[in-house]
């Protein structure tokens, strides 16, 4: 059984403990995954620097032997350079496309960034919950033990009997057990918590930090919503590439030298688009963009509905929180005064537990609501983009 002592101290400990926001701050920066993630702009960068880059020139070499039917044989040589040189306007297309490929990454960056500030988010909301309903069960049990201790005085007096003193340590000792039962699921929401934040030690953490609403709630920062948008940008950027249905010509110089004679020439190839015009090319861009363009507005409506929610759940959490407080001063109240008439036998036992129980129901609410309202504002935080920052 955990000892009361050993609660206090972890409560203690709690002073010196690490907040939140240093938590978090710690996690962005040492996170393997956001590092991994972080790798791939670097990787959309050098896909698009591929695009614009030109292509190496060829240089061809050859020799020949010349044997006319009357004198001697002599050698002959032919020296060719080829340079592919990309088409104007062919070269801009391609640097914009090369930058939304960026910006696409970038966006995707920002969403796993956001999705993770997220979680760790609500993973330190269920491990506060649970850190606090463990400090209210502290708070149960010496109400517990303060009631035992006036049964077993009154037990001494004879004014109640063994069984009644019996209800009182049973009351007790399964608050003991519930302490058990709250530490265990503590520990089990607090290693949760730091595997997912990517630390590999045990930290002193504190848990009374609460989240509120950084910013008016709407959805064009949503991070879901900047991506789709920058896919749809992509997109386009793509199509009008494809356009472009020859991208290259070649030029060439070529220098040949015969026994009678030498030659010059200087000239071009120039592919034709018959068979390859990328038409399949430039629908499935635009296939792509149009898709991206409805995924925004679906997108769009569905955040839209969603923050209405969020903020009208958070109206009515509000309103709970204040029911709960303002009936949680009254029971506070109303124990005191069962509390005094316990001890002078005025009230019965099972009236004094069912106050107290009352009064730990209603704390229990408070802790729950407070949750929600966390979790709440972490999720309002999310669509309205706070955590792209």
Request: avoid cysteine; charged fraction near 20%.
């Amino acid at each position: 059984m955990i000892k009361i002592l050993s609660v206090i101290v972890l409560l203690s400990a709690s002073i010196f403990a690490q907040n939140f926001e240093q938590f978090l701050d710690n996690a962005l920066k040492n996170s393997p995954y956001l590092k991994a993630s972080n790798l791939n702009i670097n990787q959309a960068k050098e896909r698009g620097d591929t695009l614009t880059r030109y292509a190496n020139p060829t240089l061809g070499l050859e020799a020949a032997r010349f044997s006319p039917n009357v004198g001697k044989s002599a050698m002959g040589y032919i020296v060719s350079y080829t340079q592919p040189l990309r088409l104007w306007g062919v070269g801009k297309d391609k640097e914009n496309l090369s930058l939304t490929m960026k910006e696409k990454a970038l966006s995707l960056y920002a969403l796993k960034k956001a999705r993770f500030i997220q979680q760790i988010s609500l993973l330190y909301a269920t491990y506060a919950n649970k850190e606090r309903l463990l400090t209210l069960a502290t708070q149960e049990l010496n109400i517990a033990k303060n009631i035992y201790e006036i049964s077993m005085q009154r037990h001494k007096a004879g004014t109640i009997s063994k069984g009644v003193l019996l209800q009182a340590q049973v009351d007790y000792e399964m608050v003991e057990v519930r302490i058990d039962t709250l530490f265990l699921t503590a520990k089990d929401a607090y290693y949760q918590l730091l595997k997912n934040a990517g630390i590999n030690k045990e930290i002193d953490l504190d848990f009374t930090h609460s989240f509120s609403i950084e910013r008016k709630s709407d959805t064009y920062d949503n991070p879901d919503l900047k991506l789709i948008q920058a896919n749809q940008k992509n997109s386009l950027a793509e199509k009008k590439v494809n356009a472009n249905k020859i991208e290259w010509v070649s030029v060439y110089t070529e220098y040949q030298t015969k026994p009678t004679k030498d030659i010059f020439r200087v000239g071009a190839t120039i592919p034709l688009a018959i068979f390859n015009t990328k038409s399949q090319e430039k629908r499935i861009s635009q296939l792509q963009a149009n898709q991206s363009q409805l995924l925004s507005k679906n997108t769009q409506s569905q955040l839209h509905i969603e923050v209405l929610r969020l903020k009208k759940q958070r109206e009515l959490l509000v309103n709970l929180e204040e029911s709960n407080k303002k009936t949680l001063l009254t029971q506070v109240n109303l124990l005191k005064m069962f509390e005094q008439g316990y001890k002078i036998a005025s009230v019965n036992l099972l009236q004094f537990q069912s106050i107290k129980n009352n009064l730990i129901a209603t704390k229990k609410n408070i802790i729950n609501l407070n949750t929600a309202l966390d979790i709440n504002a972490i999720n309002l935080n999310y669509i309205s983009g706070v955590y792209n920052d």
